[in-house]
């Protein structure tokens, strides 16, 4: 799955109390789901089945908030705004897609945009005028807004004319409001300068006025927070917040303040379950130059056993303190990620007499390289996957040419494969299930309105992962169902030939995957053929299944890929209205050989663990050097996979990992 | 030859009254020599011998001046820079290695780094304190540096260092002096933020101080401009005139004022020989929004048939007009390239009153997108290079063995194959001429101290170039003599494999050389090898064998490459003290079929045409698909170059052009 060209579901709830109570009565241990998609909170042996009872309760929360994000509310909804921007004296508002932790996913109550014209892309925003307003969005979503918005109300644009526009329609002296905790500097700093262009004034609002009037908003979730264990992360929080406060004083720093989820759950060591199918907590933090944190969180979420392992150089603080120990940092220099932290941080600091130094935040790149700990996990987990990916694609070769496999259903087997195995948690996105056509829409998600059975002599994409405690997988695979043609074989070759190329690849220090992505992408240039989206994404260990900062992709990035990097090595191809083809595994990058002089040359261990379907690969058109890639692979799958299959399904995977072109 | 890992020659020379007088008689149109290397002027078709004789000057030029440039001047010059520095009342002087237009290759006069200290290296600076002065070169010039540099005098340092040093010697209070001719204003400001960190001042010089005490400083060359041909240049200057000036006005401005000489040359198709192998003339020029230009050079280098060919749209000017002219653009707004133009400048427009619009000099982008008469240009240029190529590669597979031919008549024998070619008028570089372990050093030039026999045994390796009217060459090949060894084949093997895996890629538009580089290199990389240069420089047309904007290059670029472009393909291996091999084609950017949805796919035409020494290949490492582009290639040699050879020549091209591993 590609971070370039993904949508995610962004759903998340409170649980009602049968769903709490079933649970509670499943698991082994005790359970204490308040509210929350708490699935991380199922803890010990027994909680494979409340696990599976609380992903399936997201999925059905996601339809049923759906059901309130519709076209025709749009122009109601805009007028409920447009009045309450009238009586705060504003002519205007943006509405951006983000929360005020600029998650990738946006939680439930932080859907404004979606509340308030229908749109469900994963990127936009919307300016809301008094007798206009605009949608912003970039191009994977210029059909899509048309279906999911009433374009009288919204005229949909490009995110490119965000600018041009205000400056087209803001008159002179007018005032367009922005909420500070949705928008990082660099944004508002756009915003104000189109305003001033237009002689228009770009002003703060006090309390976001789309919530004054989004009547039925769902709560901020609450869920339970928890330690994640040593033999997970490999390295106490105490280290890690040592080895930060370190890097934070080097960049000559006194703190570095927090916002990204992902970056507080590695330092601390915790995890949460307050966004869909990643385990954050929403909260915010300080870290300190002597390596103690201010952890400003919600204190319904914490619990005696997280204090316990948080410890006293952690001081747990309600979130509306976050303000007050902002402005006391009066006169210290403090480090913020400009391109996550919102501007309402950035402002408090700076009024309260602080230095702000804008750097990345060290923690990416920290929590980016993972230690054996974290590979051995994420192996161990790729097991279990690949275990659950036998299963299905073995129940899949019997029953797609039978005609009585559909997308969803596929979707539901899969899962229930994987609920099987230890340590899962959850899905770590919602799967993307393509039959036919349906497989060419990159950002695709089933649902019973496109759910499509899976035709004989046609391709099947699907693109899925699960969230195990010991880490987070993400695999793509295309099957033919019955025959494949010979142009799918041609394809799908040239698609496996680029990731081989990948694969197989060993490269000096200091390579980005900006050098190597052209290797994924020239057995299909040779044909005149293209993806247009990256070809690798970071994955975390039990956290985001896209993290930075590297990344493998036709776009810059000054990123050196290193040894405990995990990426995604998933070049595709897609026939708009008949097929889509996708091959992803999970790679971690790994030490190689020392080239001459011993300077230090890298490699990508294979992480995934499935079959590639042989009867989409023609060997006539791959070299020795690929087939023995391949066959070495699938002798790897069967002999990590196999045994631990019942015969049946082993003797299936025998077969499907057999040589090919020997 | 690598844009990045090279050096050059930089002398430029008045050609005494004997060689003008011979090269007069030989030529069979007028020649007019006056000062300079005026490899140019010797037109008509009897210029051969004369062109010959005047590169064979400048080689000797080249040594007379070297001659004054010693390790052991270095304590009494920087004595007598010292005096003139208290005379101005200045404690110090930057003495950087350009000249006054940016070029990449110093004319002579310019030489100052070197005349001070006795440095030969294409980049570095000094700067000379009353009581210490530090030398700053680059990672490819440490050991040099010491070999050439009295080190109790200049101590050195790595480039990296310069503002530290400043940091650590200026005293509060201080001035250092700069010649606002030899810097950039970038250069500038940075010197200027060491120097304010420091407390001391920088201030400018009127007038370099060190040519007050240079006493035997060689003249400015005055070479005679002429026109060139329509024929090879494919589209009139007025033409491109208007193009430049719509690009000009487009961005904003009403005025280009230009200091790089290639970009004044190709717009006003005029060369000159005021830089040694490349026809540039030393001259600046201001483009006007109605497509009219100002051209500031010494008048002596123009005569009534350049007038004629500039027509009354270019106003020719001394360059001390140039002055004038700058403050002349009061309330304009006037474009300059911040990466070459001179501070001097820069600061003329401003304290003028002109509005300076820092863009990349837009004549960079066009003149590298070869038209149609060029692109055919080139092409032939290419054939009579290979007649050369082949003359000599024939020559030395009968003399090599017998331990009869070194690194300098080597030399000498391939540039009077190539002196023999129509259009001939320079080689584009110093050859590098490199036997055994002479051929590791990536930026060898031979000399009378270093000569070495081609030995059996051995790799031999020749990296050469000519200027033809019609096109400028670049090629390298590394050669067995006698027998390789098993080492030698598999690396040669493993660089060739670089070079086709470029040579055969077909990408989109959009793609940049950067994103190219890796194909050259993963055969090397598979085996814990690599090359440190880059992968390809543009190349001229009868311009700079180095030109932008594009390259193939670890080094991130921007800069997609288009059809026209023309690049060399030359990834290499060297073993330090045991061989060097770089395998160099150029290669012209062409349109390949179009992709799925006819978007835009592009490949590149391979334009060199010499054999690749077939004893050198293991054919057993190589693919199908590789041999068949070596095979191919090879019979497109033989085809295109055979029936230019006498029959001795044409039967060893024949042999040497033979299929393998088939």
Known sequence: MDIQADTQPYFSSGLPADVIERARAVAAAPVSLVTGVDVALVEGAGDRTAAGEVADYVTRAAGDFAAEIETENGAERAALLRAELARRGLDGFVVPMADEYQN??????????????????????????????????????????????????????????????????????????????????????????????????????????????????????????????????????????????????????????????????????????????????????????????????????????LRAHLGNQVRIEPETALAGALAGLSGKSVMVDPASAPAWIVDRLEEGGAT?????????????????????????????????????????????????????????????????????????????????????????????????????????????GAQYLDGTTDVTRAVAVGTPTAEHRDRFTRVLRGHIALAMARFPKGTTGHQLDVLARMPLWQAGLDFKHGTGHGVGSYLGVHEGPHSISPRPSGIALEPGMIVSNEPGYYKEGAYGIRMENLVAVVPSEPGEDDSPFYELETLTLAPIDRTLIDPALMTPAELDWLNAYHRRVFAEIGPRLDEPTRAWLEAATAPIGV
Chains 1, 2 share one sequence.
């Open 104 to 305: 990738e996913f946006v939680p439930r109550h932080a859907q404004r945009l979606a509340w308030l014209s229908g749109f469900l892309g994963s990127a936009g925003s919307i300016i809301v005028l008094a007798d206009k307003a605009a949608i912003f969005v970039d191009g994977r979503y210029t059909l899509q807004v048309r279906d999911q918005v009433d374009v009288d109300v919204f005229e949909p644009r490009s995110y490119l004319d965000v600018a041009k526009w205000i400056g087209e329609n803001l008159e002179s002296g007018q005032k367009l409001g922005y909420d500070p905790w949705l928008h990082t500097e660099t944004a508002v700093k756009a915003l104000r300068d189109a305003c001033g262009e237009a002689g228009a004034e770009l002003v703060v609002v006090d309390g976001n006025p789309v919530d004054a009037v989004w009547t039925n908003r769902p709560p901020r979730p609450l869920a339970r927070i928890v330690p994640h264990d040593i033999r997970y992360t490999g390295e106490p929080s105490a280290d890690k917040r040592a080895r930060m406060a370190e890097a934070v004083k080097k960049a000559g720093a006194d703190a570095l303040a927090l916002s990204a989820t992902d970056s507080i759950a590695w330092l601390l060591n915790i995890r949460g379950a307050d966004v869909a199918r990643t385990p954050l907590a929403l909260c915010y933090a300080l870290l300190h130059g002597d390596s103690s944190v201010d952890l400003f969180v919600d204190e319904r979420k914490v619990d005696a056993a």
């Open 356 to 464: 702000v130094l804008r750097k990345t935040d060290p923690i990416q790149k920290a929590k980016a390289l993972k230690n054996p700990a974290e590979l051995n996990g994420t192996r161990a987990a790729h097991r279990r996957d690949g275990v659950a990916l036998a299963k299905f694609f073995c129940w899949l070769a019997e029953n797609a040419p039978k005609g009585t496999v559909d997308e969803l259903s596929a979707v539901a087997r899969l899962q229930a494969f994987r609920q099987e195995g230890d340590l899962f948690r959850d899905l770590s996105f919602d799967t993307i299930s393509g039959a036919g056509p349906n497989g060419a829409i990159v950002h695709y998600r089933s649902s019973e309105k496109t759910n499509r059975t899976l035709g004989l002599g046609e391709l099947y994409l699907v693109d899925s």
